[in-house]
């Protein structure tokens, strides 16, 4: 069974459009993050959600909104898609603290046209 | 939190020893060093964790020098399969350490 799964891997859409990524992990975790990965590999947080609340925004525009239903999902849905929000994203879930790791998604990869 | 900074590649031939720096000279003394793997097309993989002097697991070693503001991961005989991106975070246990993942070190193991 995958631990972390994000749906759906490949996304190509129009700008102006708007579109979500799922993710669900069955760890029973409490803690998810999404990242997002541009071109050059770099990797960088851009929210966490700990029992289905949010608790990290890395200042990421408000096309961008995640929605928890509950602490086995974290959804992200994106406004108005624009050329730049093309990259990979990655779900991930962890315990809340302590040093435990990160688990990772196999990410989706989203292009805008 | 504390900023890390690593070599954005290298190159390394199979079966060598590789050592992958990372400087992260404003650690606190909270902070835990972690190191992840990632594969093309997958997302990153836990390796190994470490506070201080060194630490070995199934796959890797990580050396902290007492000043904590370096570590240097040992993958020892690369395989080609171990070409890699290699990301250095530092973070506290309050889940600090998942955050600043940087661009990594691409290492690429050659025949």
């Known amino acids: 069974d995958t631990a972390v799964s994000q749906t759906p891997k490949y996304l190509v859409t129009q700008m102006g459009n708007d579109k979500s990524i799922k993710c669900e992990q069955n760890?029973?975790?409490?803690?998810m993050y999404w990242y997002k990965q541009d071109s050059k590999k770099f990797l960088k947080i851009m929210f966490s959600?700990?029992?289905?609340?949010?608790?990290i925004n890395e200042t990421v525009p408000n096309r961008f909104s995640p929605k928890s239903p509950d602490k086995a999902h974290l959804n992200l849905h994106i406004n108005s898609l624009e050329l730049g929000d093309s990259a990979v994203y990655f779900c991930?879930?962890?315990?809340?603290?302590?040093?435990?790791?990160?688990?990772f998604g196999e990410g989706s990869r989203l292009t805008v046209l | 939190l504390a900023k890390t900074t690593q070599p954005i590649s290298m190159d390394s031939y199979e079966g060598q020893e590789v050592n992958i720096t990372c400087s992260h000279n404003?650690?606190?003394?909270?902070?835990?060093i972690t190191w992840y793997q990632q594969f093309p097309s997958q997302g990153p993989r836990f390796i190994i964790q470490?506070?201080?002097t060194k630490v070995t697991n199934e796959v890797a070693s990580l050396f902290i020098p007492a000043d904590r503001k370096s570590s240097t991961l040992s993958l020892p005989r690369v395989s080609l399969s171990d070409t890699a991106v290699y990301y250095c975070l530092v973070g506290d246990i309050y889940g600090n350490n998942r955050l600043a993942f940087g661009k990594g070190n691409q290492v690429v193991v050659i025949p």
């Open positions: 991930a879930s962890s315990t809340p603290t302590g040093i435990g790791e990160l688990f």
């Open positions: 760890l029973g975790h409490d803690t």
């Open positions: 959600y700990n029992n289905k609340e949010l608790i």
């Open positions: 470490g506070y201080k």
């Open positions: 404003n650690i606190a003394t909270n902070d835990y």
